[in-house]
């Protein structure tokens, strides 16, 4: 199985900050991996696929970048509605596999 | 809308069964790869399985490969999980899931399901 790689663990900013989660995957997996968030008690929200490809009612704030085994997922400037834990998946094989979530807290 | 509303969730014994269905709407649901991903209290996301578009291509997790049955009634615009041989680490929310038209990742999530494995 892949194993996918998320740092950090939390990460605390502030209302404004640019912040970026990185999501490491054991081989590479080309650019086949989309991003989520989650919030307690709501279902997961898509926000990007094939790295940097992001979905249609997203925040163009967020953006995703990189191929291979590495990846970024960077909020250009926080906003309340963006504290939340925030996962990868890889989709180049099966088992498809997650991250083990990333959570974004108030500073 | 795309709506999928997931059911059957509740308290099993370990070594118990269980199936969860997921009804589907507001899309050709026929035409789309379908899957569960679960959420373990105060863990993170784990991918469970799909299933594809004409219910003839599953994959598994590793985890639940040989104890887990993914299915589908494309007639019904109806999703299943039949779950056996519970353990305790099965102990979660169940997510129904529908990939993405381009491939792979998931666009749409239900509201998700408790399932709860203990004596």
């Known amino acids: 199985d892949i194993q996918m790689t998320q740092s950090p663990s939390t990460l605390s900013a502030s209302v404004g900050d640019r912040v970026t989660i990185t999501c490491r995957a054991s081989q590479t997996i080309n650019s086949w991996l989309a991003w989520y968030q989650v919030k307690p008690g709501k279902a997961p929200k898509f926000l990007i696929y094939k790295a940097s490809s992001l979905e249609s009612g997203v925040p163009s704030r967020f953006s995703g970048s990189g191929s291979g085994t590495e990846f970024t997922l960077t909020i250009s400037s926080l906003q309340p509605d963006d504290f939340a834990t925030y996962y990868c998946q890889q989709y180049n094989s099966y088992p498809r596999t997650f991250g083990q979530g990333t959570k974004l807290e108030i500073k | 809308e795309v709506q999928l509303l997931e059911s059957g969730g509740g308290l099993v014994q370990p070594g118990g069964s269980l199936r969860l269905s997921c009804a589907a709407s507001g899309f050709t649901f026929s035409s789309f790869t379908m899957g569960w991903v679960r959420q373990t209290p105060g863990k993170g996301l784990e991918w469970v399985s799909v299933i594809t578009g004409n219910g003839r291509n599953t994959y598994y997790a590793t985890s639940v490969m040989g104890r887990f049955t993914i299915s589908r009634d494309n007639s019904k615009n109806t999703l299943y999980l039949q779950m056996s041989s519970l353990r305790a680490e099965d102990t979660a929310v169940y997510f129904c899931?529908?990939?993405?038209?381009?491939?792979?990742?998931?666009?749409?999530w239900g509201q998700g399901t408790l399932v709860t494995v203990s004596s």
């Open positions: 899931t529908k990939d993405d038209v381009r491939g792979g990742s998931s666009d749409y």
